[in-house]
């Protein structure tokens, strides 16, 4: 009764809260175009591509939000996929993470994870039947994890966590959390802090494992062709040492840009790779780059102009992961301003030494580790430049550091094998 009374508030809140703001959603539908890919498919209308043949074909969904979850699943998907005796379908939320996916694992596998309202759920599991559902981090939809528990699937939180930001919130809500999570069958925790948190929120001990981070598995990235013909013209034009500045955020560019210019005093032939984070701020940071009269150079419009003491604005999507590689010293953003930070392992799986800012807190757990092996720099905003330069003035510091990242590395991988054997236990229960 406890469990149906609060179902009901809370679709009742919900629809109440899409009501209120359906000005703003429409807005964004309507003038920018935001959320209306996939809108029907949000709603609870299944794609064609999706419906399964006659037949008894098992079926395991997998939700992965955006794209640092569809990375973080892409290979674990791969090798269920390669089990081959059912078919792996997978959602996400944002538009970003669904091209990602779809390139990834086939259009026809993938799709837009359903509004948490029943009428969207339902028609999904009734047509995919799914045997388990498998759901990337930390996305708790109360309607939806109710529907597919009492669907008879397996639900399995992989790669989980709760961040230092979330855990006030839920340990807030921890009593009508209890509700939720009593329907996840398995949790498989990243470190025991968030295993211990998960508990404390309402998950059953018997029920939380800690199987490591999936990212730590991530492959590294193929190399686009950009990334040779700027070593190439780095090479060549004697240009160096090489910034890569990632997933930059509002409030960094001013403060990364002044370390620059204090390192083209001592490297005046120094070299910035510079990655906002989204694509909505690359005409933001080229402005600052000309008021501050910084030679820089669009990706898009480079043409191999040498780029001895300039800026090169990474203003496309999807080539910064392979462009660590080019960096003697790597800072990886959402750091210096307090967003919790991003993911640090793409420059140091490519051997480049890293530095972060202080708040980090969404990759707590990886940059303990790395913190601990004495394999990471974090700066404030204000010593940034003095870390930087210190960095570039000695190779010896740079490899021993970037060494040091790797070994970590290697002490962490094992995370997919680990959570693909507790599916598959859970699985033969299915």
């Not at 402005?287 to 501050?292: P, V």
């Amino acid at each position: 009764m406890i469990t149906r009374f609060y179902s009901l508030l809370y679709g009742a809140l919900l629809a109440l809260a899409m009501l209120a703001s359906s000005p703003y959603w429409l807005f964004q539908i309507a003038i920018r175009g935001k959320y209306r890919k996939g809108f029907a498919e949000r709603m609870g209308r299944v794609a064609e591509r999706l419906r399964l043949p006659k037949g008894d074909e098992k079926v395991i969904w997998v939700h992965a939000v955006s794209v640092g979850e569809v990375l973080a699943i892409a290979g674990l998907v791969e090798r269920l996929q390669s089990d081959s005796w059912a078919r792996i379908v997978v959602s996400t939320t944002t538009d970003t993470g669904q091209a990602l996916a779809r390139e990834k694992f086939g259009e026809h596998n993938v799709f837009y994870f359903p509004m948490d309202f029943r009428f969207a759920v339902r028609p999904y599991l009734r047509a995919l039947r799914p045997k388990m559902v498998v759901i990337a981090e930390t996305e708790f939809w109360p309607n939806f994890m109710r529907l597919v528990h009492a669907s008879g699937a397996k639900i399995v939180v992989v790669n989980a966590r709760i961040s230092d930001r979330s855990w006030p919130r839920y340990r807030r809500f921890r009593g009508l959390l209890r509700e939720v999570l009593g329907n996840v069958d398995l949790f498989l925790a990243q470190t025991s802090e968030d295993a211990a948190r998960l508990e404390a929120i309402g998950a059953g001990a018997e029920r939380v494992r800690v199987v490591g981070n999936l990212k730590f598995d991530l492959p590294v990235p193929e190399a686009p062709t950009i990334v040779g013909k700027l070593r190439e013209s780095i090479t060549a034009n004697g240009a160096g040492p090489v910034l890569v500045c990632g997933s930059t955020v509002e409030g960094e560019e001013p403060v990364l840009l002044k370390a620059f210019e204090n390192l083209l005093v001592r490297h005046p032939q120094a070299v910035m790779i510079l990655a906002p984070r989204h694509p909505q701020r690359f005409v933001v940071a080229a402005a600052l780059l000309k008021k501050l009269s910084i030679r820089f150079w669009r990706r898009s419009q480079w043409s191999g102009e040498p780029l001895n003491g300039g800026v090169l604005l990474l203003d496309t999507i999807g080539e910064l992961g392979a462009l660590y590689g080019l960096g003697d010293v790597a800072f990886v953003g959402g750091s210096l301003v307090p967003r919790g930070g991003h993911n640090i392992i793409e420059p140091v799986q490519h051997g480049v030494a890293t530095v972060v800012g202080p708040h980090t807190e969404n990759f707590r757990g990886i940059v303990r580790q790395f913190q601990s092996q004495d394999a990471l720099k974090v700066a404030d905003p204000s010593d940034l430049p003095l870390v930087l330069m210190e960095l570039l003035a000695s190779d010896a510091e740079r490899k021993k550091l970037a060494q040091r990242a790797s070994d970590t590395m290697r002490s962490q991988l094992g995370a997919t094998e680990r959570t693909l054997a507790e599916l598959r236990k859970l699985l033969v229960l299915a």
